[in-house]
């Protein structure tokens, strides 16, 4: 299989493609775009993306195709020994996990983009680009030279991002005989010398827990934006990280990027080398569903600053600043009481990465990390601080880049042979069960010596269980808390806030509030086009409240 890429016109952001196939002796080929991308769990209808798909024979005769599915072409292979199929793909979208196309640069995500062969997905891939005489490619792909990249299968080209740029600002490193590399495409001041020592501080760290680094090599990709942006994505031998604005990357948000950098290095071995067995391998045109999301997500985000505070990158005041963020989604979350994390694993293929209807779903990232937390805190406990969850990840490395999997049973049984402990309370509970975690929570966090105080929030709107959104000039509710003030009152999710006790608002609920915190507030909203007047309930146990962390 052998792919050219190239473009016309960078500011119409399409990206030519075209794929020369050997059909010899094939009587058809079932080409397949992916569904979805490894990194995020729900299906990416990226052939939406497409279009002027055609093929052609070696005289340039049409071919016949059927569009099979959303994204699976097949191709009549019966009259012709070589195939060449071209589209052209719309690439607007600048994330992690996107492919994007402008006058600074050429950015693929093969997952995105590129075809395979659904026969044989082992095929050899050589892919050759036409770019501008000054660009330069940045990816961990082989580069054969005269801008041809190699990959041995798809599933190596589905996992290897690449930039092509003439601006990309990159530094290489050696930490525990392994190369990495940092590349940083847009606007940027890099401070390399913090950086850099920060980086080989929590990436050594990282080696030395499980032994070994499964590669030779590492890229971390960094697309940094003028606009506010936060977003990584997982790859074997490297991460496309995307941050903004630019002038805070290394001020106000160095915390981010080295949070989300620690998180998507980890991912190397948990995820990547280390996966749910129901994800092994990865079928690219389909949900690939799993229940196991509390690990691959769960402890990869505790894991991510753990290791930053345990590498002494985060002072502890900075990881507190972390785990108070993460009690707060929790606790804010009425999706707790009603769906386990277990069962929101699997649904995030449905409504994983929106908002979703009240009170449905929790994060798999948030409740996973607690989750994570307190099974480390167990295991601490159990064995005098003399095992911990690290010893249980490192179990099921190989020490290679040999993929290994787990499923819950040998993650349970991992779990309670490090620590000698059962770990049945916490796995029905509060994995496979919707218990509230306070109690579980309270006695995680007396093994590290800390403690948590519950503290009412300054915003009246937040007493009274109630969060807005301000846009295009109109207050709207985006959750309302079971059971508070707003709740009683019956505040709907997407009622339009218009006024309080007869006074116009506008981005300024809290102040009115305030201002009216001692009388009675009535509200009136606008729903469905029909406006309706709310008395308030005064505030209730039930609402947002925020969390500090300290030692005890």
Request: aromatic share 14%; net charge negative.
């Amino acid at each position: 299989m052998k792919y050219v890429v190239s473009y016309k016109d960078s500011d119409r952001h399409f990206i030519d493609f075209k794929l020369i196939v050997d059909a010899k002796g094939l009587s058809k080929i079932n080409l397949q775009l992916p569904s979805w991308r490894p990194g995020r769990y729900e299906l990416g209808n990226f052939a939406k993306n497409i279009k002027d798909f055609n093929v052609v024979d070696s005289e340039n005769n049409k071919v016949r195709f059927w569009k099979k599915t959303k994204d699976l072409w097949e191709v009549d292979c019966q009259k012709t020994d070589l195939l060449t199929v071209s589209y052209s793909y719309y690439a607007s979208e600048l994330n992690a996990g996107s492919t994007y196309l402008d006058q600074n640069q050429l950015y693929i995500n093969p997952v995105n983009c590129m075809l395979y062969n659904s026969q044989d997905i082992d095929l050899e891939y050589e892919i050759e680009f036409e770019l501008p005489l000054d660009y330069k490619i940045h990816t961990s792909l082989e580069n054969l030279g005269n801008n041809t990249l190699k990959a041995s299968n798809f599933d190596q080209l589905a996992d290897s991002p690449i930039i092509a740029s003439n601006s990309a600002k990159q530094r290489s490193l050696t930490i525990n005989n392994v190369n990495f590399s940092f590349c940083f495409q847009g606007e940027v001041k890099v401070n390399w010398e913090k950086m850099l020592k920060d980086f080989s501080s929590f990436i050594n760290y990282q080696i030395n827990l499980f032994g070994s680094f499964p590669q030779k090599s590492f890229l971390f990709l960094f697309q940094i934006t003028p606009f506010s942006s936060y977003h990584g994505v997982e790859h074997h031998h490297s991460t496309v990280i995307l941050l903004g604005p630019s002038y805070d990357v290394f001020e106000k948000l160095y915390k981010e990027l080295l949070g989300v950098s620690s998180h998507e290095l980890y991912h190397v071995w948990n995820v990547k080398g280390i996966r749910p067995s129901d994800m092994l391998p990865y079928d690219f045109s389909k949900e690939n569903f799993t229940h196991m999301g509390y690990v691959t997500e769960g402890v990869t985000t505790y894991m991510g600053d753990r290791i930053l505070f345990e590498s002494g990158v985060f002072s502890t005041d900075q990881y507190f600043n972390e785990l108070e963020k993460l009690f707060q989604r929790h606790f804010h979350s009425d999706g707790r009481n009603h769906y386990s994390v277990s069962e929101s694993s699997w649904d995030t293929w449905l409504d994983g990465y929106v908002q979703g209807i009240p009170g449905r779903k929790v994060s798999i990232y948030v409740e996973g990390a607690l989750i994570a937390m307190i099974c480390d805190a167990k295991i601490r406990k159990a064995t005098g601080h003399k095992k911990s969850l690290h010893d249980v990840m490192k179990a099921f490395y190989s020490g290679s880049n040999e993929l290994t999997s787990y499923d819950m049973n040998s993650y349970k049984n991992a779990l309670e042979t490090v620590s000698g402990e059962s770990f049945s309370s916490i796995f029905d509970k509060i994995i496979y069960g919707k218990e509230d975690f306070r109690s579980f929570l309270e006695e995680a966090l007396k093994v590290f010596g800390w403690k948590f105080s519950v503290i009412k929030s300054k915003n009246i709107s937040w007493q009274l269980g109630l969060k807005t959104y301000f846009k295009n000039g109109h207050l709207k509710v985006l959750n309302v808390l079971e059971g508070s003030a707003a709740y009683n009152s019956l505040v709907v999710k997407e009622d339009e806030i218009l006024a309080i006790n007869d006074f116009r608002i506008d981005n300024n609920l809290d102040h009115w509030l305030n201002y009216f915190e001692n009388d009675q507030i009535a509200l009136k909203v606008s729903r469905n086009g029909k406006i309706l007047d709310i008395n308030m309930n005064s505030s209730s146990d039930n609402q947002y409240f925020k969390y500090k962390f300290f030692e005890e």
